[in-house]
């Protein structure tokens, strides 16, 4: 096919092509792009003349790419990355007035600690913005990024797919998390004894505070696991129980009267947060514009004193 072939193609199709490489499902792209089962089925069959292939054989629940779909779509979405990024530059944003929606991923401690005054600094410059949040993490973040759910995700990140970018927002520092009344820190030993409260979505029982003390030669005793931050403060108040947490969620939760924070009286390990986009919407203005809103909180969370000098 040359240039002026393209005439034929219709770019309505090549998404309804990648978003079914991604969902494998007619219902599930149909929600995603909004659009009826019978315009996603005559989509597909449009598809199929166009590029004379099936393209997607039904196999049980799932529509199951042919070899030459899988051929296709390695070729196609990073053109499609292109000409999305081609677009963008032709676009201006103004936060004041603009009504764009973010769909944005968020790991459950960023959420709780860092999402409400995010929410008021995007709001107070873009009031007519509207903000959808999935819940992510460090394993879910590639699957959203690649199927275009998101277009940004802030969280520890493991690999991810070619056509994202990653920044490095800041380091989480682990602080030790309490709710009694005794003023003292507590010692390695008191550590140990207390019982342990535990956040992960997974229901592991074995963290970094586990790891550190085994190579002490000592234990914790963990009493409890719960699958996200926001159930820290009730469960902690008039208890001995302790947990670690990153400490912009200490911080949050030192807020409400009763809880206080202090180092862990061992070593851990820091992990980073960070900033990950797609490829296409890295040139985009209201997609920059929301980047360098999150970067900067990130960093006075990072550097409590930064706003401060930044008035200064």
């Known amino acids: 096919m040359n240039r002026n072939d393209l005439r034929r193609a219709d770019i309505n199709l090549l998404v309804v092509f990648e978003t079914m490489m991604h969902e494998q499902n007619v219902t599930r792209v149909s929600e995603k792009l909004f659009l009826g089962q ?6 597909l069959a449009r598809l199929r003349v166009m590029f004379d292939d099936p393209l ?16 296709i779509f390695s070729n196609l979405s990073p053109a499609l990355d292109s000409i999305a990024a081609a677009l963008s530059r032709c676009q201006t944003f103004e936060p ?9 991923g968020l790991c459950d401690d960023v959420e709780y600690a ?3 005054d995010l929410l008021r600094r995007l709001r107070g410059e873009a009031p007519g913005m509207t903000l959808v949040v999935r819940r992510t993490d460090q394993w879910q973040m590639s699957q959203l990024l690649a199927s275009g759910e998101i277009s940004l995700g802030i969280s520890p990140t493991l690999e991810l797919p070619a056509n994202a970018r990653r920044k490095m927002l800041r380091a989480v520092r682990p602080m030790l998390l309490r709710a009694d009344s005794h003023p003292d820190k ?3 030993d008191q550590f140990c004894c207390r019982p342990h409260a535990v956040v992960s979505s997974m229901g592991n029982v074995i963290d970094d505070s586990d790891r550190a003390l085994c190579q002490m030669g000592r234990q914790r005793r963990v009493v409890l696991t719960v699958p996200q931050f926001s159930a820290l403060p009730v469960l902690l108040a008039q208890s ?10 200490a911080r949050a939760m030192t807020m409400a009267p009763g809880l206080r924070t202090e180092p862990a009286p ?8 960070s900033m990950v986009w797609r490829a296409a919407s890295h040139n985009d203005p209201a997609e920059r514009w929301l980047r360098s809103r999150c970067s900067a909180l990130l960093a006075e969370q990072a ?10």
């Open 266 to 273: 061992i070593r851990l390990p820091e992990h980073e947060l």
């Open 303 to 312: 550097d409590p004193q930064a706003s401060s000098r930044k008035v200064a």
């Open 96 to 104: 004041g007035t603009s009504e764009a929606t973010f769909h944005v």
């Open 240 to 249: 001995d129980m302790i947990a670690i947490v990153p400490d912009y969620v």
């Open 114 to 116: 860092l999402l409400p």
């Open 38 to 43: 019978p315009t996603i089925s005559n989509a």
């Open 186 to 188: 507590l010692t390695l």
């Open 56 to 71: 997607f054989i039904r196999s049980g629940r799932l529509m199951e790419p042919t070899f030459r779909a899988r051929e």
